[in-house]
């Protein structure tokens, strides 16, 4: 049993991915330093004008709500602190080009 802490102010600065697709690009163990790019193009009107490039691979990038809250936890031996909390995330599809 551990004490679940609520900090006074919520860090709302994470962004939360959901990558579709397997291999390099999605495999981020040991990579360290930039790994991508975040795209921005509102000139296209078809598309939401957001693109994420990660390891040389483009995906288009929806901003989608979570059916329920996203809640991340540090967990020590005594206690557990939330670090921050989301109700949406960046939904990523590899651009078919």
Same mark, same amino acid.
């Given at each position: 049993e551990l004490p679940l802490l609520m900090p006074a102010t &919520?860090? !709302?600065?994470? +962004?939360f991915f959901e990558c579709e697709g397997t291999g390099e690009a999605v495999d981020l163990e040991g @990579? %360290? $330093? +930039? %790994? $991508? !790019? *975040? &795209? /921005?193009? /509102? /000139? @296209?009107? @078809?598309?939401s004008g957001l693109q994420v490039d990660l390891k040389g691979i483009i995906y288009n990038a929806k901003i989608l709500p979570t059916p329920a809250s996203i809640v991340i936890l540090t967990v020590s031996q005594t206690e557990a602190r939330i670090e921050s909390i989301s109700n949406d995330y960046v939904? *990523? !599809?590899?651009?078919p080009i």
């Open positions: &919520l860090n !709302r600065t994470k +962004v @990579d %360290v $330093g +930039v %790994v $991508g !790019r *975040l &795209l /921005s193009d /509102s /000139s @296209d009107k @078809d598309k939904q *990523l !599809r590899e651009d």
